[in-house]
């Protein structure tokens, strides 16, 4: 999937390297990470966000104790990572939650505007590059 044309690409990245505890290396294909970017890219599939977000495979995020692990980003707003998602069921939630990102002017999110399963499981929020934030 490729975002069109969009001044500003919006990006799902999902860890393929992700998997469950004591789960063997084995191909990709068996472990979490990659089965929940599979089931994301047919949720994606024919929603209107499929054309507006552009999801990508990450190799590791390094969130391995909290495994599977996706990010969104975007320039110039907010990025998250969150952890805990699950492959069978975590996908409903996770393009909640990027509809969400999408209809905010700079992709913050709330913890209680998230939608239930991406409040506890968050693991980062980034702030914008070279935006302002109040002095420390």
């Known amino acids: 999937m ?23 290396r ?3 294909e068996d472990r979490a990470g990659y089965k929940l970017f599979k089931a994301l890219k047919e949720e994606l599939r024919d929603t209107e966000l499929g054309d507006l977000v552009e999801l990508r495979t990450a190799e590791c995020l390094s969130v391995c104790p909290r495994p599977c692990g996706v990010a969104i980003s975007s320039p110039g707003a907010w990025s998250y990572i969150f952890g805990d998602q699950q492959s069978d069921t975590s996908a409903k939630e996770i393009v909640e939650c990027l509809a969400l990102y999408l209809s905010t002017s700079k992709g913050f999110m709330s913890r209680n505007d998230r939608p239930k399963g991406l409040r506890g499981s968050i693991l980062g929020r980034i702030p914008p590059f070279g935006g ?3 002095p420390v």
């Open 2 to 24: 490729s975002s069109t044309g969009s001044k500003s690409p919006r990006v799902l990245h999902v860890c393929v390297s992700c998997r469950t505890p004591g789960a063997p």
């Open 26 to 28: 084995g191909p990709f």
């Open 132 to 134: 302002t934030n109040a």
